[in-house]
């Protein structure tokens, strides 16, 4: 793992869930994580942490389908994992740990 990445896997300490999925999302910063979001993420493996979102245990857990949920079909999980990527690249933005090239 290079700095950068840990910078940005630390950097969801004490955030926000950036995920929320009604029903599911415990709203606790205390349990914040890195998730990541993709094809490749799940226990097995990881996708890159730029292709992450903050997320609480239970959104987290919805996320790689450790959580049985009669509330959505995968499709409307992995849409709101994406949002929570689209926000949470917007708060690496204002923190200063990613930037946009001009």
Request: with cysteine; net charge neutral.
């Given at each position: 793992?290079?700095?950068k990445?840990?910078?940005?896997?630390?950097?969801?300490k004490?955030q926000e869930?950036q995920?929320?999925?009604?029903?599911i999302?415990?709203h606790?910063?205390e349990?914040?994580?890195?998730?990541?979001?993709?094809?490749?993420?799940?226990m097995?493996?990881?996708?890159?942490?730029?292709?992450a979102?903050?997320a609480?245990?239970?959104c987290h857990?919805?996320l790689d389908?450790?959580?049985?949920?009669?509330?959505?079909?995968?499709?409307?999980i992995?849409?709101f994992?994406?949002?929570g990527?689209?926000?949470?690249q917007?708060?690496?933005?204002?923190?200063?740990?990613?930037?946009?090239?001009?």
């Amino acid at each position: 793992m290079t700095l950068k990445s840990k910078k940005l896997r630390d950097s969801a300490k004490g955030q926000e869930c950036q995920v929320r999925i009604p029903g599911i999302c415990n709203h606790n910063p205390e349990t914040v994580v890195l998730a990541h979001v993709g094809k490749s993420s799940g226990m097995a493996q990881k996708s890159d942490d730029i292709h992450a979102t903050f997320a609480c245990f239970d959104c987290h857990d919805a996320l790689d389908k450790r959580q049985n949920n009669d509330f959505f079909i995968p499709e409307e999980i992995e849409l709101f994992a994406w949002h929570g990527v689209q926000r949470t690249q917007k708060i690496w933005l204002e923190m200063g740990l990613i930037e946009v090239v001009k």
